[in-house]
């Protein structure tokens, strides 16, 4: 073969990439012949192959060592501790999330949204929900060689969904040899069971390797009821049973005989049975108390369990010194586990009393109930299966001196999703099992009449009056009554991504200061995806969530060109002074096309001082759930401004009056109880859908940044980074809170006609859709510092210090006015001023000891009444606006893992993530999480060991 003289000095390279680069690019050939080729090296974020492009742009290398001395066993818990990374879109901490994407988890890097952040696998797109959602749990840990984290705008490179940055996952190969490793751990509250077993065995030869990794990786739920803040109820430990749902497990029901039931009456009474009374008794009732009420976290899951089993397999051959075949298979499979209380069940809502002619019936008249479905909880099986080949031939040609790498690629990824849910019960059973029943001559409840009875195979008497734990006829204990009002619900859901891709890349001439490289490439990629409901969820007869199909598809096709210009180079106060320029032209089949460009600059002063700058376009094509998703419900939480405890209520004005609201409305929520506190959930499911008619997302992306490595400190690298996003035509669901605001403080009446009110005023039903109507803005720094020590006789010190401040976090909003104001969100949970990681690994012959701090600012959120008004930031103002405030202070987490390497090549790891047990604060406004607690802070102390075998 025929090499060419390295180009760049490992002195102008940070030590840290340096060490990085070498192993992991040097092909097979290149090793056997002592030769490392290092300017013809592929990074994330260019086309162009060479060993300065790395430092271009603000790129973080995890390498598989550094990934081994963490506590964690998946790729999402690592991408999601880096200091750039946000909230998750969907925490294993949000019980309560529904749809197609929930079971997944993602990264969010700038919390710019996880459909913003690319994910790709060496180079290649993962596959995606129809959301556009990309799942990293399809990815085994024990398959990843390193993860490059490109923290910048890549559309002109990429194309959609690079707007905040691209995680490029890039899996072993060239594996020679074998390697199994156990992992095993657990809470020291002993729950959180994790177990991971891997094995991975490689072989090369002359022209070629295989490697094959298979993992199994298990992790147990935790239980809401098992956790300090999650155990009493929503306000965690201030929650008292006042503040638990009336819609309680021990049932109860209006009496039409003494009171007004009707749903809008304010002098209802729910009774409920006595201890050891007669539920045909009407004298055996006492009113409901909140002794009584219902704690629904008692039944829910904390963290949702998790299970993945995958399979990877690499190949290489070299048909040729210049031309070779890589080819990717993986096959996965992942199931989560989630639960929530059962469900709250109001008659009124359904229209499905408890009849006359019931033989449970305590007054002969039709009766309104509620009744927490607590003997049935709502489970939720979330099952995918993922299939996913990636062939490459590439090689490289000399024509007039210069070198040409090209390669020809393919992509085929199927997702297949099945999701069961159980504890929704069938309203079509539902209104049987309430419907006319008797006692037959067996003294059994028996459907129908005596005259006309219902075979007791075909229908089973419900009774909503026998409390929880009573036992009698109708009562929901009974596994046969169960089995006929509780079906199991299974939606199905597929996606399939197909891409052809072909690059070229060389230098076209050589001018004084280097080669000019370029780089070109086509490619065409088709994605389809359909996510299909059970045909209850469709129907809406069912106490689920009411769902309409999603099913459409797209293809596109595209064409970039990107050239590296070096302008100056050797000379004094410019070793380097480098312009990197790329466009990509994009044509979608369903909204057209668009250009989106990055300009790129690189100045070397001095060989240890290295000045960067890009400037990028980018965009976010509408996704087949933003232009083809069917409607679905959902119970929202929001503010009704003509409600009179609103804050800028317009209670009484025109508009209020005009639909019926009374001028001394309270605004009620679930159980149509006033609301004790806003914004308030909704006691009546919204309906929300797509907008065929969406255009792309844009955005404008900004950095500049400093790569020092003093020469008089060997081992110590400095990088700093600003950066600055604006994203404009954001694909945002309309909102509740705005349709409101429109129709009754601003008078717009075309907004009105959306919304319909019960008699009592409360909004019973709305509808929305998404639309183009975000915008955001946000910056910040990245400071890294990474020093090797010298060897000491005490052993080798490394340190890596990352730390991310974000300095603006502003999305667009509406004032009390209803003009368009940009709100700043800084300090939120999870929009963190200040996130910083300082590691220090200390290695001692055999022996190795890493310890980690991450740090977290503190949190901002409304003032939350409790009883009490809690608020210690009481007059702050915001856009001229009162804005009271609770504020908590900073959290750190301490993680720790001792090694040692032992005489038979084995390494047995034994570490702690959250070792001194840090609880993080109490947050009501905390988002990835259906708790008092925000999602992404550690829930206790993990314990774990780890141990690997190489052979």
Same mark, same amino acid.
């Given at each position: 073969m ?6 760049v ?10 060490l990085?680069?070498v192993?992991?690019?040097?092909s ?14 592929s990074?994330?974020?260019s ?5 300065n492009?790395?430092t ?5 290398t995890?390498?598989?060592?550094s ?8 790729v ?12 998750p ?20 890097i700038?919390?710019?949204g ?22 990293? *749990? ?7 060689e390193?993860i ?7 559309s ?7 707007i ?5 996952v ?7 040899g074998g390697e ?49 803040y999650?155990?009493d ?10 503040d638990?749902?009336p ?10 005989l ?6 809008? *009456?304010k ?6 049975l ?12 006492h009113?409901?108390?909140?002794a009584? /009420?219902?704690? *629904? ?9 998790v ?12 048909f040729t010194?210049?031309? *070779? ?9 992942r199931?989560?586990?989630q639960?929530?209380?059962g469900?709250?069940?109001q008659?009124?809502?359904? !229209?499905?009393?408890?009849?006359a ?11 309104d ?21 990636a ?8 024509l ?30 539902a209104?049987?099992a ?12 028996q ?33 046969e ?19 052809f ?18 780089a ?8 389809e995806?359909s /996510? ?13 969530? !009411? ?6 598809? /797209?293809?596109?096709?595209e ?25 990509? /032209?994009?044509d ?5 096309g ?10 070397r ?34 503010i ?12 009484g004005?025109?508009a ?13 929520g ?26 792309p ?17 060997q ?6 980074d600003?950066?600055?996003y604006?994203?404009s ?39 929305y ?26 052993g ?5 210090w ?22 700043g969100?800084? !300090?939120?949970?999870?929009?963190f ?12 012959g ?7 701090a ?16 809690w608020?210690?930031?009481p ?10 405030l609770r ?5 750190t ?11 038979w ?7 702690a993530?959250?070792?001194f ?8 406004s905390?988002?990835?999480s259906s708790?008092?607690?925000y ?11 780890k ?5």
């Amino acid at each position: 073969m025929n090499f060419r003289t390295p180009a760049v000095r490992l002195g102008l390279l940070p030590a840290g990439i340096a060490l990085a680069l070498v192993p992991s690019f040097a092909s097979a050939q290149e090793a056997a012949s002592g030769t490392t080729d290092l300017d013809r090296i592929s990074v994330t974020g260019s086309r162009i192959r060479g060993a300065n492009m790395e430092t271009q742009q603000p790129i973080l290398t995890m390498t598989r060592e550094s990934l081994e001395k963490q506590g964690f066993s998946s790729v999402a818990d690592v991408l999601n501790n880096l200091t750039s990374a946000g909230s998750p879109a969907i925490s294993r901490s949000e019980s309560l999330a529904s749809g197609e994407n929930v079971g997944g988890y993602y990264v969010d890097i700038r919390n710019l949204g996880a459909e913003r952040t690319l994910v790709l696998m060496n180079g290649k797109r993962l596959g995606a929900t129809t959301a556009g959602l990309q799942d990293l *749990s399809q990815i085994p840990m024990s398959a990843v060689e390193r993860i490059e984290i490109l923290k910048d705008g890549a559309s002109s490179i990429y194309g959609s969904d690079a707007i905040a940055g691209v995680v490029n996952v890039i899996t072993r190969k060239n594996f020679d040899g074998g390697e199994a490793q156990v992992y095993v751990g657990q809470y020291d509250n002993g729950d959180g069971d994790t177990q991971q077993y891997s094995m991975t065995l490689g072989a090369t030869g002359e022209r070629g390797s295989l490697t094959l990794s298979a993992e199994y990786n298990k992790q147990d739920p935790v239980w809401a009821k098992d956790r300090w803040y999650s155990r009493d109820g929503g306000l965690g430990p201030l929650s008292t049973p006042e503040d638990w749902s009336p819609i309680s497990q021990n049932g109860s029901w209006c009496n039409p005989l003494v009171y007004d039931c009707s749903r809008t *009456s304010k002098t209802a009474v729910w009774q409920t049975l006595n201890q050891g009374g007669n539920p045909n008794n009407p004298a055996d009732y006492h009113e409901l108390t909140p002794a009584e /009420y219902a704690n *629904s976290n008692q039944q829910m899951t904390l963290l949702t369990g998790v299970e993945r089993k995958s399979l990877y397999v690499n190949g290489t051959y070299d048909f040729t010194d210049t031309i *070779s075949l890589n080819t990717d298979v993986l096959y996965n499979e992942r199931k989560t586990f989630q639960q929530i209380a059962g469900y709250p069940y109001q008659s009124s809502s359904f !229209g499905t009393p408890l009849t006359a002619a019931s033989a449970f019936n305590p007054v002969g008249q039709n009766v309104d109930f509620r009744r927490r479905l607590w003997e049935v909880p709502r489970t939720t099986d979330s099952q995918l299966k993922t299939l996913r080949f990636a062939p490459t031939v590439s090689g490289y040609f000399e024509l007039a001196g210069k070198t040409f790498d090209w390669d020809v690629g393919a992509l085929w990824n199927r997702n297949e999703s099945v999701k069961s849910n159980y504890g929704d019960m069938s309203l079509i059973a539902a209104e049987q099992a309430l419907g006319p029943s008797f006692i037959n001559g067996q003294g059994i409840a028996q459907c129908g009449t005596a005259a006309n009875p219902v075979a007791l195979g075909d229908c089973r008497p419900w009774n909503p009056l026998l409390p929880y734990g009573v036992a009698g006829q109708g009562s929901l204990a009974d596994p046969e009554l169960q089995s006929f009002l509780f079906p199991t619900y299974t939606t199905r859901g597929e996606t399939k991504t197909t891409s052809f891709t072909a690059n070229l890349a060389g230098s076209i001439v050589t001018l004084p200061a280097g080669d000019l490289g370029f780089a070109v490439g086509v490619e065409h990629r088709k994605e389809e995806g359909s /996510y299909v409901p059970d045909a209850f969820a469709q129907s809406g007869m069912s106490t689920g969530l !009411g769902q309409k199909p999603t099913q459409g598809e /797209y293809d596109l096709n595209e064409v970039y060109l990107e050239l590296n210009v070096p302008i100056l180079a050797d000379m004094a106060f410019a070793k380097e002074l480098t312009l990197n320029v790329a466009s990509r /032209y994009s044509d979608y089949s369903n909204f057209g096309g668009t250009t989106n460009s990055k300009f790129g600059l690189t100045w070397r002063p001095m060989d240890e001082l290295l000045v960067r700058g890009t400037y990028a376009e980018g965009f976010r094509a509408p996704t087949i759930s933003d232009l083809y998703g069917g409607l679905s419900s959902s119970f929202e939480s929001y503010i009704d401004p003509c409600g009179t405890t609103a804050p800028g209520s317009v209670a009484g004005n025109a508009a209020c009056s005009a639909a019926g609201v009374p001028a001394d409305y309270v605004q009620l929520g679930q159980g149509n109880r006033p609301c004790s506190t806003l914004p308030c959930q909704s006691g009546d499911q919204f309906i929300s859908g797509a907008n065929p008619n969406l255009s792309p997302e844009t955005s404008k992306s900004k950095t500049m940044g400093l790569v020092w490595s003093p020469r008089w400190v060997q081992g110590l690298d400095v990088s700093l980074d600003w950066y600055r996003y604006e994203i404009s035509n954001m694909i945002i669901a309309d909102s509740v809170d705005r349709i409101l605001r429109d129709c009754y403080v601003l008078g717009n009446s075309g907004r009105c006609d959306s919304i319909v009110r019960a008699d009592d005023g409360h909004v019973s039903a709305i509808t929305y859709g998404t639309a183009n109507l975000g915008m955001m803005e946000t910056e910040g720094y990245d400071l890294g510092i990474k020093y090797r020590l010298p060897e000491l006789a005490i052993g080798q010190f490394n340190i890596d210090w990352q730390t991310s401040y974000t300095s603006k976090y502003d999305e667009q909003g509406q004032n009390a006015a209803g003009d368009n104001i940009m709100i700043g969100r800084v !300090g939120e949970a999870g929009l963190f001023r200040v996130r910083s990681n300082l590691g220090v690994n200390w290695q001692y012959g055999d022996f190795g000891v890493n310890y980690t701090a991450r740090y977290y600012s503190g949190m901002k959120e409304g003032c939350i009444d409790t009883g009490e008004f809690w608020c210690n930031a009481p007059d702050h103002m915001a856009n001229g606006e009162a804005d009271p405030l609770r504020k908590t202070g900073s959290n750190t987490f301490h993680d720790l893992q001792v090694s040692w390497k032992a005489p038979w090549d084995a390494t047995i790891a034994l570490g702690a993530n959250n070792v001194f047990d840090h609880k993080g604060p109490l947050m009501y406004s905390a988002p990835n999480s259906s708790f008092a607690y925000y999602g992404g802070f550690d829930i206790g102390r993990f314990l774990y060991m780890k141990y690997t075998q190489k052979f």
